[in-house]
């Protein structure tokens, strides 16, 4: 696709339910990031993965949250047992390649909220 | 200390006016340094990425990037209505993480 494609766009959980949500990269970037961004404030790095190997997950705010890119393209992220701070949009970003100067281009986040 | 600080704003200033956002950061080994524009309800996209000391202008915006002060801010000339959003710092730490500050909220008034 032409963009970073993000599903759902929102979803609405009971807490202790389990979640997942789907990141679909611009193609051929090899770098995905997960970031949580809370209202007001800027993303937080949760994870990063470059092709299928997870790279650096220590954003990750607690062994509930679980990422996943086997085959190197479309990305998972599970929420175990969510809990109401787990409310937040989750954003996905990819980049052509990993390393410093790389931009990153966001899709268009999931809004989660816990009740 | 917060690893990429800014100003949350509001900044607020008039259509035609220049608006000057500033950003610190507190690893002094950070090498790329990038402006996000972020409106509300919708995701950041990218306005300017600076690597090295100095100015780079990209039409309407300046980027300036002082890495001995750990300094980094964006000037928006000819400030529009359009250009009223939440603009965010982001310093590449080394690694693969990139930190985002707060961001600053500006407001342009027609």
């Known amino acids: 696709g032409a963009g970073v494609s993000q599903s759902p766009r929102y979803k609405v959980a009971k807490r202790g339910q389990d979640v997942a949500l789907r990141c679909d990269p611009i193609s051929g970037h090899v770098s995905l990031f997960w970031y949580q961004q809370a209202l007001g404030q800027g993303p937080e790095f949760l994870t990063y993965?470059?092709?299928?190997?997870?790279?650096?997950k220590s954003g990750l705010p607690s062994d509930r949250f679980f990422a996943e890119r086997p085959e190197g393209s479309v990305s998972t992220l599970k929420i175990q047992r969510t809990q109401q701070e787990d409310s937040a949009v989750y954003l996905c970003?990819?980049?052509?390649?990993?390393?410093?100067?790389?931009?990153?281009?966001f899709g268009a986040g999931t809004r989660l909220s816990v009740l | 200390q917060k690893e990429v600080e800014q100003n949350s704003g509001p900044l607020s200033v008039p259509e035609g006016a220049i608006a000057s956002l500033n950003c610190t950061y507190s690893d002094r080994g950070s090498q790329s340094f990038f402006w996000y524009r972020q409106y509300s309800g919708k995701s950041p996209e990218l306005i300017m990425f600076?690597?090295?000391?100095g100015d780079k202008e990209d039409g309407r915006f300046t980027a300036q990037l002082n890495k001995a002060s750990q300094y980094v801010s964006l000037l928006i000339r000819d400030s529009q209505p359009s250009d009223s959003a939440t603009y965010l710092c982001a310093v590449h730490t080394g690694g693969f993480k990139t930190i985002f500050g707060a961001g600053t909220r500006l407001f342009v008034k027609a």
């Open positions: 993965f470059q092709n299928e190997a997870q790279l650096d």
């Open positions: 970003a990819s980049s052509f390649l990993g390393g410093e100067r790389n931009i990153q281009y």
């Open positions: 600076i690597y090295s000391n």
